[in-house]
């Protein structure tokens, strides 16, 4: 037993010893040389993206046609005892007296769109010479002066509905239709010009031109330049555009020209003169459209009466009016019908 516990002392002992005799100190760190420092370019990984819709083209508008409307005709007569505006319909139903004011109203003329009518008045001092030229709605309401020149006549449309030509004591004049802007000379010569009209595309004006009522037709510009004599020989009692661009002339106008024509169609300058026939062809260049869409044409020969003329009517004439009143210069918008 005793030899036993002194085995175990004597290990104790030596653990003892061991133990004190280890070094506690830490060892000496060497230092490492820096590591060079290196610049890593950053590769920014791309942010996935949902991929873009396609965009849509957008379509275009589609041009808004307008609606076909009557050819609705105005004329003046004289059936309530001084000159009034009446309106018809194509077959020469509902007549109805726009204007109905004391005084003379005359020549009217329909808006392209046939929104509103032009139309000559002495209605502000009821005296004969005192004419101005007035616009009204469709329907006889909301009338309103235009020019401030007394002796205005022959009130005509431009194409876009924005315009209105008259003639003043022998010049050509242009105003805007709302009449928001003064009134502009374009001829001011010194012969007498009357009877001016657009042309269907606006750019420009024909008219009558001359001295003692020896009238010929010219054409310009609708800003007044670029004047061309179309006759010559002092014929022509009036002037019309055909629907394509031509000048339609009442009377042969040409002093040095072989050929006659009663109904003269030519260029707007000068050029390639034709025969337009007689009454029931003359639908071909100035039309009108009846209820059916017949293309006939409007005639008034006498002054009193108002026709239709066409192959479509029993006797090529169909009788409008039917009064024992004078009714005449008839006119219809430029954009009716079919």
Not at 5 to 32: D, G, K, N, R, Y
Not at 87 to 108: A, C, F, I
Not at 267 to 296: M, S
Request: aromatic content about 10%; hydrophobic content about 35%.
């Amino acid at each position: 037993m005793r030899k036993h516990t002194q085995s175990i002392l004597t290990l104790l002992l030596f653990l003892l010893f061991t133990s004190c005799s280890t070094s506690t100190t830490p060892e000496a760190t060497v230092p490492s040389e820096p590591k060079a420092e290196v610049d890593t370019p950053t590769v920014q990984q791309p942010t996935p993206t949902e991929a873009p819709l396609p965009t849509e083209t957008p379509l275009p508008e589609p041009t808004a046609t307008p609606e076909p409307f009557a050819c609705t005709i105005a004329f003046e007569t004289d059936r309530d005892g001084n000159w009034e505006v009446y309106t018809m319909g194509p077959d020469g139903s509902n007549p109805v007296n726009l204007s109905n004011y004391p005084g003379d109203d005359l020549d009217p003329a329909w808006s392209p769109d046939g929104k509103q009518i032009a139309f000559v008045s002495n209605r502000e001092s009821g005296l004969e010479g005192a004419l101005f030229i007035y616009v009204m709605d469709a329907d006889g309401s909301n009338v309103r002066k235009l020019t401030n020149e007394d002796e205005s006549k022959w009130p005509d449309w431009s194409h876009d509905g924005l315009w209105i030509t008259y003639a003043y004591y022998g010049d050509i004049y242009i105003i805007k239709a709302d009449g928001s802007g003064e009134s502009i000379n374009l001829t001011n010569t010194p012969e007498v010009d009357v009877q001016p009209t657009w042309s269907p595309d606006g750019s420009k004006i024909a008219f009558l031109s001359g001295v003692d009522y020896a009238w010929n037709i010219f054409v310009m510009d609708a800003d007044g330049s670029n004047v061309v004599q179309i006759t010559d020989n002092g014929q022509p009692g009036s002037v019309t555009w055909t629907i394509d661009g031509r000048i339609l002339s009442d009377a042969w106008g040409w002093n040095d020209q072989e050929e006659f024509c009663h109904n003269c169609v030519v260029d707007a300058d000068g050029a390639n003169i034709v025969d337009a026939g007689g009454k029931g062809t003359l639908k071909e260049y100035v039309p009108f459209w009846t209820v059916d869409g017949q293309r006939v044409e409007v005639a008034h020969p006498d002054g009193d009466e108002i026709y239709l003329v066409g192959d479509i009517f029993p006797d090529v004439f169909f009788n409008l009016t039917n009064n024992p009143a004078a009714d005449r210069n008839p006119d219809w918008p430029a954009n009716c019908g079919p």
